[in-house]
Structure formats: structure tokens, C-alpha cells
């Protein structure tokens, strides 16, 4: 199917959309500020060597030292033994022996920096790729543990074949799983080249220089996204466009060819209503053009999707009114997992249908829509409680939880206790506090709604309250609170 990707960048963000028929079917989101420094590559210089630590500090131009512990020390051994560098295990060769200060170290940042504490590193280089991760310092062929295991002797064999006799190994990632011998020699090609040009900057730059930063959402366009359906890839930046340009021609010829500069008025994901798909991406009722509607709700477990006919009544009968809504659906579901970037276990609820063709029509046409979906998927068939259950891989953090965070005032629960129960609640901490204290007098501050309540219909009950503590209470309307807050002052 025919697609065109479009591009908006600003220097704090980038954003990147799949449009196919006029329709948006992947959306993704990067921000300057939250990109990591994992998988980056230094050339580092080392500033001190702690035996007792068996550690060292090196400095990677960073505002504090990086640390490199013994046990990720790469050194390789006489052929047959295992190398120094094996993650959790103590070389068996001091790091005093192996490294001192003012040397110069080619090193890949294994660990985030935390609070005060510096990036962690190793000297095991190792760049990924879309579909394989090489190692240029090792000769192992390896296939990812997640993929089944009479798959991967057969997978390790046409690597080794393809990778040839040059040096450095692969490891074939889990997506890689259905790659052709002609994607899988592109990536391998591509990393070859990544490689040699991280070893010629490493003769040309001094010490504490960034020789290779994990690609950005922009390069990975170009490598992950771009195919034979891709028409073109619309850059609403001349700065971006001109490096995408030079990344392309380097690396990816054939994609580059379909680059163009967007010089429109309007902006460019107003052209396919983009802003408006993101907005109904985060809402929980997805409406369909025939009435019904889905209901989608993600929690840490699985997400739900739940089918519903709503305001669509069919011209013939019930059973094909059902029919018609849960294969809209079905097409549906499959866009919006992709949009919303939704991985991890998927139970999906179709409405009942009676006749077993009817649901395997509604299956085959989900598997299908399924199928266009390049993050790997597994689905089953219904259940016995009529439920489709299915697995997506998770790629990233799904498009919610990169824009958005926790609601304050509920806590991620999706709703509020009434202000009635917040009322009964303070009653029953006033009782708690009376028997333990005995102030002159208690003040409730909480919200205006909470304190209407206490003023109108519970006023009776409050009465009664301070009557049976003995204690007069008072209210205190505080507009700055969420229902659920409260405070209880002791005077």
C-alpha cells in the first residue's frame, strides 16, 4: 500500500507520521531534552584507575566522569578461552594491568547517568541496527533467545553465509525473525559502514570526543520506516532536510531519492489533520463511521478494547448489523494499536455473533489488517467467553505514556471519589482524632464542592458531630484543593 511520511521538527521536539489513503497509521514522537546517551560511543581519556574498586573514572566530556568497572573491560583472549570482557564476571587480569591515566579508550555508554552518579561504560562496542546488532569486536553469530529454537540454527546459518568472511559478529534481533536475505544484507551493510566510520573518527578526534550517537527519530525514519510502498518522506525543515540528505546518501541511497522539502504556508500535519488523529489517539471512545464506537483501555497488565453498535442500526437484521459493525472494527482495532503504539498482551471484546462464518470473516479480516502492522504480532482465535486475545511486541513507550503522565487529582484511576464520601471520610478521621487529642477546636479545609456539602445537605449530621465530641467544628473553603484533598486543623 502507498504511503507518505511526513516530518515536523522544531528544535525541542520531532514528530513523524505514516499516512496511508489520507488516513494516519503510525505516529512517532522525540524530545530533545529525554534523549538518552545509551549506545553512545566516546573516545574516552582515562582520568583515574581505582584498584581497590578494581574501576576506573573516565572522562567523556561529560559534566561528570563516566565509571568503567573491571568486568566490562573487553580484552580479547588466546583463541579457545573466553574474553576478559564477559558482563558480571571479574577479569582475571587487574584493571591497573590494563589500563592508566591519560589513556586514550574507545567506550560505549552502557548505563544512563543517575543523580550524582556518572554514565556507566564498557569497552565491548556493539551498534544496532533495524534488524541485527554488530559486533565488531567478536566473531559469534548469534539469534535473540525470544526467537523459537528450531528456527534458530537455520536463522545462525544464512547470517553466517550472508555476513561473509570480514570481521566482526551479529546478533540477530527478534525482528528480524521474517527478514529476507536482501533486508538482512542491507542492515549488515549499513553497520559495516556505521563501523568504519566510528574507527576513522577515532584517529581523528582528540580525547573525550562523541564518535557515534544512537540514531535520532529523523535517521531512523530513513532505516526503519521507509519501504517499496513509501512515495515520499516530506521534511518541513531546510536544515533537517539538507542532513537527512547527507545521512541518506551515505548509508541509504535508495531512500534518499524520496526526500523532499515541505515549503507549504499551512503547517505540515494540517494536511492530513494530524494534530486532530493525535488528540482522538489519547481519548478512550474511538467513534466508527458507521455509529459504533470501541472503548480502549490501557492498564500495566494489557490493554482492553471493547466493541460497541451505539447509534448504528442495520437496514437488514440484528445479526448483520453486528456483522458489519465488528468488521469495521476489526479494521479499526488493527490502526489504532499501531497509532497508539500499544504492545503487550490485547484482549479484544467483538459483540457476539451467533453464525460461526460471520466470525471468521471478522477474524481472517483482523488477521489481515494484523499483517500490515511491521511490529511483529501473534493472535489467536475466540476464546469460549468469545474474546480475541493477541500479542503486539513492544518497540517503545506507547504514545500516551510519552504524552502524557498520571492525572493529579485521581492518580491515574480515571475517577474521584463523590463529595459525599469525601464528607464521610472527614467525619470518621474527626472521630479518629477526638479520641486521641483534645484541641479547642477542629477545622475542616477541603474543597469548595466538599465544603457546600457540609454547609447544605450534611450540615444536620455535622451538628450532631460536634455534639458528640463535644467539640464545635469548623469549615474552611479552599479553592486550590482537588476533591479528594482534605485537611484537619487542630486549634
Given at each position: ?15 513523524v ?12 514522537v ?18 583515574r ?7 576506573a ?24 578461552e ?5 558482563k ?156 537527512l ?13 524520496k ?12 494536511l ?21 464506537y ?68 471478522v ?33 517503545r ?23 459525599r464520601?469525601?464528607?464521610y ?30 454547609l ?13 465530641i ?22
Open positions: 500500500m502507498q504511503q507518505d511520511i511526513l516530518i515536523n521538527w522544531s528544535p525541542q521536539e520531532t514528530r507520521a505514516v499516512v496511508e489513503s489520507g488516513a494516519v497509521q503510525e505516529l512517532h522525540e524530545r530533545a531534552l529525554e534523549r538518552g546517551l545509551v549506545g553512545n560511543i566516546y573516545l574516552g581519556k582515562v582520568a584507575v581505582l584498584p581497590g574498586m578494581q574501576s573514572f573516565i572522562d567523556i566530556g561529560l559534566e561528570r566522569a563516566a565509571f568503567l568497572h573491571v568486568a566490562d573491560v573487553w580484552h580479547r583472549q588466546p583463541e579457545g573466553a574474553p576478559y570482557a564477559v558480571g564476571v571479574t577479569s582475571a587480569m587487574p584493571i591497573e594491568k590494563q589500563l592508566f591515566e591519560g589513556q586514550s579508550l574507545m567506550v560505549q555508554v552502557i548505563k544512563e547517568p543517575i543523580g550524582s552518579k556518572g554514565a556507566r561504560l564498557s569497552t565491548q562496542i556493539s551498534i544496532a541496527g533495524r534488524l541485527l546488532v554488530f559486533l565488531p569486536q567478536d566473531d559469534h553469530i548469534g539469534v535473540s533467545q525470544k526467537i523459537p529454537q528450531d528456527q534458530r540454527d537455520e536463522l545462525r546459518t544464512r547470517l553466517q553465509t550472508l555476513s561473509g568472511p570480514q570481521e566482526g559478529g551479529f546478533i540477530l534481533r527478534t525482528n528480524g525473525e521474517d527478514a529476507t536475505n536482501a533486508e538482512l544484507s542491507e542492515d549488515i551493510a549499513y553497520l559495516r559502514k556505521a563501523w568504519s566510520r566510528i574507527k576513522g573518527a577515532s584517529v581523528k578526534l582528540p580525547p573525550q570526543s562523541l564518535l557515534h550517537q544512537d540514531l535520532s527519530l529523523l535517521q531512523r525514519v530513513l532505516r526503519d520506516l521507509v519501504g517499496e510502498g513509501t512515495q515520499t518522506i516530506k521534511v518541513d525543515s531546510r536544515e533537517q532536510f539538507d542532513a540528505k547527507a545521512f541518506g546518501s551515505e548509508f541509504m541511497p535508495m531512500a534518499t531519492a526526500l523532499q522539502h515541505y515549503k507549504g504556508e499551512r503547517p505540515i500535519f494540517d492530513y489533520s494530524i494534530d486532530e488523529e493525535i488528540a482522538k489517539a489519547l481519548a478512550r471512545r474511538v467513534e466508527l463511521k458507521s455509529g459504533g470501541l472503548i480502549i483501555d490501557q492498564t500495566e497488565a494489557l490493554t482492553t478494547v471493547d466493541v460497541n453498535t451505539g447509534g448504528f442500526v442495520g437496514t437488514r437484521n440484528f445479526d448483520d448489523t453486528i456483522f458489519k459493525t465488528n468488521l469495521e472494527a476489526a479494521q479499526a482495532i488493527a490502526r489504532q494499536l499501531r497509532l497508539r503504539n500499544l504492545g503487550g498482551i490485547i484482549i479484544v471484546d467483538f459483540i457476539d455473533m451467533v453464525r460461526e462464518d460471520h466470525r471468521e470473516a477474524l481472517g479480516e483482523f488477521r489481515k489488517q494484523l499483517a500490515r502492522d511491521r511490529v511483529k504480532t501473534m493472535s489467536g482465535g475466540f476464546s469460549q467467553l468469545g474474546l480475541v486475545e493477541m500479542t503486539r511486541k513492544r518497540t513507550e506507547s504514545l500516551a505514556h510519552v504524552l502524557c503522565e498520571p492525572c493529579s487529582t485521581c492518580q491515574g484511576r480515571g475517577v474521584v471519589k463523590t463529595a464520601s469525601v464528607t471520610d472527614i467525619f470518621r478521621e474527626i472521630l479518629r482524632e477526638a479520641r486521641q487529642f483534645n484541641p479547642r477546636e477542629f477545622r475542616i479545609v477541603a474543597s469548595p464542592k466538599v465544603i457546600e456539602l457540609f447544605d445537605e450534611e450540615s444536620q449530621h455535622l451538628a450532631g458531630l460536634s455534639e458528640f463535644g467539640k464545635p467544628v469548623s469549615l474552611q473553603s479552599e479553592a486550590s484543593m482537588a476533591q479528594e484533598q482534605y485537611d484537619i486543623v487542630l486549634l
